[in-house]
């Protein structure tokens, strides 16, 4: 479940994107209507998040929002090997490249 808030956009959400990048956005909102797009970790979206899809382009600490009951999935450039091993050891569930994660978008929304 969610609210909206003044804009429009989920105040609460259980399925969260931080990307900054805008056509992500309408890649993931055209799949998973209700999904709210942040900016930030430190968006008042998160709070209730069971499930959030991070853009590691953002170089966001990602120890700071895996927690206890909800499922972080990194995704980033394939060739950034490196970015994407840093995500599993930093407690996400999955760290895909993005074109994989633009293939299962409705999936892993759900």
């Known amino acids: 479940m969610f609210t909206f808030d003044v804009v429009g956009r989920p105040a609460v959400a259980e399925r969260v994107v931080i990307t900054r990048d805008l056509m992500d956005a309408s890649r993931f909102r055209s799949v998973a209507p209700g999904v709210a797009i942040v900016r930030s970790a430190t968006d008042d979206a998160l709070c209730d998040a069971t499930v959030v899809l991070v853009d590691l382009t953002l170089g966001i600490d990602l ?48």
């Open 63 to 110: 120890a700071s929002i895996v927690t206890e009951g909800r499922t972080v999935i990194a995704y980033g450039p394939h060739v950034d090997d490196g970015a994407l091993v840093a995500a599993k050891e930093a407690g996400c569930a999955d760290a895909l490249a993005r074109s994989v994660v633009f293939r299962r978008a409705a999936e892993l929304l759900r």
